[in-house]
T-cell receptor, first 113, second 113 residues
Framework: GNSVTQMEGPVTLSEEAFLTINCTYT??????LFWYVQYPGEGLQLLLK?????DKGSNKGFEATYRKETTSFHLEKGSVQVSDSAVYFCALSVPHNFNKFYFGSGTKLNVKP | ETGVTQTPRHLVMGMTNKKSLKCEQH?????MYWYKQSAKKPLELMFVYNFKEQTENNSVPSRFSPECPNSSHLFLHLHTLQPEDSALYLCASSQPGVGGELFFGEGSRLTVL
C-alpha cells in the first residue's frame, strides 16, 4: 500500500540551527512527493515538491531531495528562524490515482530566539 | 480573490442544529476535497469530487453530507453532529496529474456543543 512516515515531534531548535525532518514512504508506482507547512490558525500550504528521482525541491531556504533508493524525502534547512515555527507534513500522490494524497502525521517545529 | 476560500472560518453549533460549510476555488481545478483535522490525529480525507462527481467517500458518517454543484464550489452539510466532530475542516482543490499539488483553504473551525 501507500503510506508516509515522518519523525515524531515536537522538534525544538534555537534560531540559526540546522533542521532535518525525516520522511520515508512506501508507494506503488512512481509517486510525486510534497512537503506542506501549516502555520498556527491557517490551512496547509505547499512548501516544495519533487516528481522524479534525484529531483531537489526548494523554497524559502528549505530543501528536500527525492531519494528513490532509500524511499526518502527528508526536509532540511541550514538556518531556521523563529518564523519557521509551524507544523510540517510530508505527503505523496501516486500515478494511478492523482486524486488521492497520503499524508504523514505532521512534525511540529518550535524555534526559540 | 485568494485561491481557495472557506466560509465560515469559525462555527459553533449544537448537536441538533443544521449548518453548512462552503468552499470556493478560483484556480480552475477539476478536483475538490474535504479533509478533517483533529488535535493529535493525522489529517483525514473525507470526500473527493472530480468533475463534480464524488470519487471518494472515506467511510464518513451520514451526518456529514457533501454537495458539489460545479467544479468551483463544494459544500459540507452538517446535521445532528456529535462533540467529537469538533475539528478544523479543510477544503482543498487540485488539478490531477503528475506533481499536481493540493491547494488548501484556511479551514473552518467547528465546535459542536
Amino acid at each position: 500500500g501507500n503510506s508516509v512516515t515522518q519523525m515524531e515531534g515536537p522538534v525544538t531548535l534555537s534560531e540559526e540551527a540546522f533542521l532535518t525532518i525525516n520522511c520515508t514512504y512506501t508507494a506503488t508506482g512512481y509517486p510525486s512527493l510534497f512537503w506542506y507547512v501549516q502555520y498556527p490558525g491557517e490551512g496547509l500550504q505547499l512548501l516544495l515538491k519533487a516528481t522524479k528521482a534525484d529531483d531537489k525541491g526548494s523554497n524559502k531556504g528549505f530543501e528536500a531531495t527525492y531519494r528513490k533508493e532509500t524511499t526518502s524525502f527528508h526536509l532540511e534547512k541550514g538556518s531556521v528562524q523563529v518564523s519557521d515555527s509551524a507544523v510540517y507534513f510530508c505527503a505523496l500522490s501516486v500515478p494511478h490515482n492523482f486524486n488521492k494524497f497520503y499524508f504523514g502525521s505532521g512534525t511540529k517545529l518550535n524555534v526559540k530566539p | 480573490e485568494t485561491g481557495v476560500t472557506q466560509t465560515p472560518r469559525h462555527l459553533v453549533m449544537g448537536m441538533t442544529n443544521k449548518k453548512s460549510l462552503k468552499c470556493e476555488q478560483h484556480l480552475g481545478h477539476n478536483a475538490m476535497y474535504w479533509y478533517k483535522q483533529s488535535a493529535k490525529k493525522p489529517l483525514e480525507l473525507m470526500f473527493v469530487y472530480n468533475f463534480k462527481e464524488q470519487t471518494e467517500n472515506n467511510s464518513v458518517p451520514s451526518r456529514f453530507s457533501p454537495e458539489c454543484p460545479n467544479s468551483s464550489h463544494l459544500f459540507l452539510h452538517l446535521h445532528t453532529l456529535q462533540p467529537e466532530d469538533s475539528a478544523l475542516y479543510l477544503c482543498a482543490s487540485s488539478q490531477p496529474g503528475v506533481g499536481g499539488e493540493l491547494f488548501f483553504g484556511e479551514g473552518s473551525r467547528l465546535t459542536v456543543l
